[in-house]
């Protein structure tokens, strides 16, 4: 089922959620990971944080396809996957 998969072993895809659902709107993925660090949902010393926020989610898409919670709706920029479906 599309959309199901789940992320709980990844702090990045559990804090990109988390602040996905908060907004109710696709954001950009350096957005995400200065929300997801300033927030403490992720707890890291890597300079490359932000970064790492984006490779995670385009990895997962790629990888699950429509399994992954998540899709991306331009550039550098995710949403959730429940959004872009039609009730």
Known sequence: ??????ISGNMYLR??????SQ?????HSKDIGAQAI????VK?????AVTTM????YGHIKKHGTRSPFVQ??????GLWVWS???
Do not use: Y
């Not at 089922?1 to 789940?6: F, N, S, T």
């Not at 804090?15 to 996905?20: G, N, R």
């Not at 907004?23 to 954001?27: D, I, N, R, S, V």
């Not at 300033?38 to 949902?41: F, I």
């Open 1 to 6: 089922m599309a959309g199901k998969l789940d």
């Open 15 to 20: 804090a990109a959620q988390a602040i996905l």
């Open 23 to 27: 907004q109710g709107q696709p954001m």
């Open 38 to 41: 300033a927030s403490g949902l």
């Open 44 to 48: 890291t010393k890597s300079p490359n």
């Open 54 to 57: 984006g490779a995670n989610l």
């Open 73 to 78: 709706v331009g550039k550098a920029t995710f």
């Open 85 to 87: 479906r039609t009730p």
